[in-house]
Structures are given as C-alpha cells and as structure tokens.
Nanobody, 121 residues
C-alpha cells in the first residue's frame, strides 16, 4: 500500500487542523492505520491508530481528548482531526499502515511521506 499525507500547515495555538492520508493499492480496508509525528530534534512517536473496521482506536496520552482518528474505507483515506492544538504539537506528521494492530502502533510496515504541522504560540 502507498500512502500520501496532506493537510499540514501553520495554525495558532488553540486552533484546529485535519490531516488526511490517501492510500493506493489493494485491500485498503484490511489495513490498520496510524499516525506518528516527529518534532525537531526528537524521535518519531506514536500519535493514534485505528483498526481495519474503525471500531477500535488508540491514542497517545499527549493527544487523548484533543485528536480524533477516523477512516473512510470507501475513499481509501484516514484522517486525523486535531483540536486545541499546542505549540508542543509542532512536528512532521506521518501516516502508516500494517495488517496488525499491535504492529501499526509500534512498528508499521508501510509509511507515507510526512506533512508539517506548525503551531504558533
């Protein structure tokens, strides 16, 4: 599966952004999907994941209650709605995919290119 993320940009603290990740290839609905981020000078970290059906979601503690992951299997797209953004959320955001939920959270097999989110204070 190939992944293409979009939707990043510059936003003020307290604002919102929605990231999208379009997938190409077969069997999109069979993949678990996730979002990771990498801030300047820091390691890449897990943000959120969603099961193939959309019935299960997981979030990092730092974004729980502010971010929402969702998917539209008819459009082969996964979304990350980000609300109440903070300067600490500034990072390059990556979408990822794997056939297994426990793998997509830790070490996904497939990665998209990143999209930059900058939150100004």
């Amino acid at each position: 599966v190939q992944l293409q993320a979009s939707g990043g940009g510059l936003v003020q603290a307290g604002g919102s952004l929605r990231l999208s990740c379009a997938a190409s290839g077969r069997s999109f609905s069979s993949y678990c999907l996730g979002w990771f981020r990498q801030a300047p000078g820091k390691e890449r970290e897990f943000v959120a994941a969603i099961s193939w059906s959309g019935g299960d979601t997981y979030y990092a503690d730092s974004v729980e209650g502010r971010f929402t992951i969702s998917r539209d299997n008819a459009k082969n797209t996964v979304y990350l709605q980000m609300n109440s953004l903070e300067p600490e959320d500034t990072a390059v955001y990556y979408c990822a995919a794997d056939n297994h939920m426990d793998s997509v959270v830790v070490s996904p097999a497939y990665w998209g290119q990143g999209t930059l989110v900058t939150v100004s204070s």
